[in-house]
């Protein structure tokens, strides 16, 4: 029998018409980070991504395409498959919804949904678009009320569906964000329970009459099944749960890590626990949640053309570099933000100057005083017990952080130990021993205890960098023995006579001007990405006389809240510089209340006033489209508040 420790780390499942950017990428590099972390030290992974494949945009784009479906999503699904091959992500499973023993799964789970009381036949109200033939709910319309795809009026309109009792959860689920440390971090838990278990959990609509392409429901075959409730059960269908394809549930469930962006969350913090509840199942250890890569502050999206594209990237600067530049910004929780500047940079400092110098100066080194293999002799010196204690303690400390699905921390702390080790360079001065015949046992020790912390630390980084570490351990002659888990917390583990190899550069130092000159050419934000707004603006030209009527001022938001009965809007109470006013907002979905309080603002001043679901809204704020994100235009805090714009 296998006793090995068994761990299960599952990434979302990928949309499979999604063009992948290195936001998606971060997940999956993040998850392939930790299981092979968890490989290392000698646990039994599984390690599940897929791809997402049912659903009424998939149904639209096959139909556009004059495809089915299934030819459709067979013809893309290869892509992720094929970025996770050329990012060296080594997964062990890969789950499509479309698979059949997946579908054999969905439907087995709603039979049991059912008989157990938790789902009921009711009706979905929502906004339909005739010509899509798409329901939509009111969050996703457009911003004038309209269908968010061809922009033309929806209506009113009814759908018989199954609703699962979420409410009947609340409580169960409250605990589990509350008492537990299921969601990662902390504050995003607070954030769910203020945000949809306070104001009251409603159930949700799981099955659609709409459209077609999905699980039919075996007890009432006109209903597909909702695709976030058959997407969720991939992670246990792929380990064979309600399936004969696999036999892996019993020892992989329930899953140790489950990874996810912000965006999903609510679903995996609310709608799975409580699908597991009802299906009387273990609830899976700790949900860890990331933020956003946000390019220059904006999220990527591809209208706007600042997606920013892995295979580019790997290409001109190798896989690992992208790779140690994604986990290394990530700060845990929030977002992180992608700039050219910022990755040429983070590869040069850490990558080319600390790391790829330690090891080429140690190795040269080596090969120059000794001929590449150490003597015997050694003789101890100052700095030693430093620098062996730090190299020591690395494995515990990156260990406590891979468990805590902190990866930047986890490699700062690598990088410490390599600044240290060149500094011990530069303290213990190898060039000066290697001039005194008297020093060949110092310099033999120096050049031995630099090897041997290169060996830790490189060792530690092979989950990071998977392609470029074993060469560095090549370079220095470091064999299977030396990066066994257990033998990274011990020092002197390299064999005494070591011999070292001299190999190619590991990171090349970049020149920041030209990588600069490159990128902005290949992903900066393209300028088509607004052609057609461009052309619109052209068409659409008003004289100065038209704008000057527009009386546009500054005010601070004061006080902030959200408008019962609607999920859009935000009451601000504004300092006007007068007597203040009250503006109601669509921008709920972007900002919380109590981010909005101290900000200073534009706003058009002698807009006829209006009532927004009974609130008086006297104005209107300014604010951007970046991407799918909204922000607000806002000013310098020295602006006297009733400042005119002009
Ligand atoms: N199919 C769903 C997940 C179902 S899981 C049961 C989905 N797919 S996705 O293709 O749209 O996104 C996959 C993951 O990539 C999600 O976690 C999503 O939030 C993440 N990201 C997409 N853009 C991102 C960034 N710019 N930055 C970081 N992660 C991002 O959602």
Same mark, same amino acid.
């Given at each position: 029998m296998n006793d090995k420790k068994k761990f299960y780390i599952t990434t979302p499942i990928y949309y499979p018409s999604a063009s992948p950017h290195i936001g998606h990428l971060y997940t999956t590099v993040a998850c392939d980070a930790i299981a092979r972390f968890k490989r290392m030290q000698g646990c039994d992974?599984? !390690?599940?991504t897929g791809t997402d494949e049912h659903g009424q945009k998939i149904?639209?784009?096959?139909?556009? $395409?004059? =495809?089915?479906?299934?030819?459709?999503?067979?013809?893309?699904a290869e892509k992720f498959r094929r970025l996770w091959k050329y990012v060296n992500v080594d997964y062990d499973r890969f789950i499509r919804t479309t698979d059949d023993y997946?579908?054999? #799964? =969905?439907?087995?789970?709603?039979?049991?949904?059912?008989?157990?009381?938790?789902?009921?036949?009711?009706?979905?109200?929502?906004?339909?678009?005739?010509?899509?033939?798409?329901? +939509?709910?009111?969050? @996703?319309?457009?911003?004038?009320?309209?269908?968010?795809?061809?922009?033309?009026?929806v209506k009113e309109a009814t759908e018989e569906a199954y609703f699962f009792k979420l409410s009947a959860f609340s409580e169960r689920l409250e605990k589990l964000l509350t008492e537990?440390?299921?969601? @990662?971090?902390?504050?995003? $838990?607070?954030?769910?329970?203020?945000?949809?278990?306070?104001?009251?959990?409603?159930?949700?609509? =799981?099955?659609?009459?709409?459209?077609? +392409?999905?699980?039919?429901?075996?007890?009432?075959?006109?209903?597909? &099944?909702? %695709?976030?409730?058959? &997407?969720? #059960?991939?992670?246990?269908?792929?380990l064979g749960y309600e399936n004969g394809k696999y036999d892996d549930f019993k020892? !992989? +469930?329930? $899953?140790?890590?489950?990874? %996810?962006?912000?965006?999903?969350?609510? !679903?995996?913090?609310?709608?799975?626990?409580?699908?597991?509840?009802?299906?009387?199942?273990?609830?899976?250890?700790?949900? #860890? %949640?990331?933020?956003?890569?946000? !390019?220059?502050?904006?999220?990527?999206?591809?209208?706007?053309?600042?997606?920013?594209d892995p295979f580019v990237l790997g290409e001109r600067y190798g896989v690992d570099a992208i790779r140690y530049h994604i986990l290394r910004e990530m700060p845990f929780g929030s977002d992180s933000d992608y700039s050219n500047e910022i990755m040429i940079n983070r590869i040069n400092s850490d990558l080319a100057n600390d790391l790829g110098n330690l090891v080429s100066r140690t190795v040269a080194m080596a090969v120059k005083y000794f001929d590449g293999t150490l003597p015997s002799e050694r003789e101890e010196g100052e700095f030693d017990a430093d620098l062996k204690a730090m190299a020591e303690s690395l494995a515990p400390a990156v260990e406590k952080y891979i468990d805590e699905t902190k990866l930047s921390p986890a490699l700062t702390e690598i990088m410490t130990v390599v600044s240290r080790a060149n500094k011990y360079i530069d303290e213990t001065a190898p060039w000066i021993l290697a001039k005194d015949p008297a020093k060949t046992a110092r310099l033999a020790s120096v050049l031995y205890n630099l090897l041997d912390t290169i060996r830790i630390c490189s060792a530690l980084l092979l989950p990071f960098m998977p392609s470029m570490m074993p060469k560095a351990l090549e370079q220095i002659g470091a064999g299977e023995n030396d990066v066994k888990y257990e033998n990274l917390s011990k020092f002197g583990v390299l064999s005494e006579n070591v011999t070292v190899k001299k190999g190619d550069v590991l990171f090349p130092r970049l020149d920041v001007e030209t990588e600069i000159e490159y990128l902005n050419s290949v992903i900066a934000p393209k300028k088509d990405g607004y052609k057609e707004d461009e052309d619109l603006d052209k068409a659409n030209v008003i004289s100065i006389d038209r704008f000057a009527e527009v009386k546009l001022r500054t005010a601070e938001v004061k006080a902030c809240e959200k408008v019962a009965k609607?999920?859009?809007?935000?009451?601000?109470?504004?300092?006007?510089?007068?007597?203040?006013? @009250?503006?109601?907002?669509?921008? $709920? @979905?972007?900002?919380?209340p109590e981010e909005l309080v101290g900000k200073k603002i534009v706003f058009v001043a002698n807009l006829a006033p209006a009532k927004l679901c009974g609130e008086v809204s006297e104005g209107m704020v300014l604010s951007c489209d970046c991407g799918d994100d909204v922000r607000l235009l806002t000013v310098d805090n020295e602006v006297p508040n009733g400042s005119t714009v002009r």
């Open positions: 992974v599984m !390690f599940l149904e639209q784009k096959a139909k556009e $395409a004059n =495809v089915t479906p299934k030819q459709y999503v067979d013809e893309i997946h579908e054999e #799964s =969905v439907k087995k789970i709603y039979k049991t949904l059912l008989d157990k009381g938790y789902l009921y036949k009711s009706e979905y109200k929502g906004k339909y678009c005739t010509p899509c033939e798409s329901f +939509w709910t009111e969050s @996703q319309l457009d911003s004038e009320g309209k269908c968010p795809e061809c922009h033309r009026d537990t440390d299921y969601v @990662q971090p902390e504050w995003r $838990a607070k954030e769910l329970v203020n945000n949809f278990i306070k104001p009251g959990l409603e159930d949700v609509c =799981v099955s659609r009459t709409s459209f077609s +392409w999905g699980v039919r429901l075996p007890f009432d075959e006109k209903h597909i &099944a909702y %695709v976030w409730i058959d &997407a969720l #059960s991939n992670y246990i269908t792929a020892d !992989f +469930w329930p $899953a140790d890590v489950h990874m %996810v962006a912000k965006d999903i969350m609510r !679903f995996h913090a609310l709608i799975w626990p409580a699908m597991l509840m009802a299906l009387d199942l273990p609830l899976p250890k700790k949900l #860890s %949640v990331h933020g956003y890569i946000n !390019f220059n502050g904006i999220k990527m999206s591809k209208s706007i053309g600042n997606v920013v609607s999920k859009k809007l935000l009451k601000l109470q504004l300092d006007d510089g007068r007597s203040g006013r @009250q503006i109601v907002s669509g921008i $709920a @979905q972007w900002y919380k």
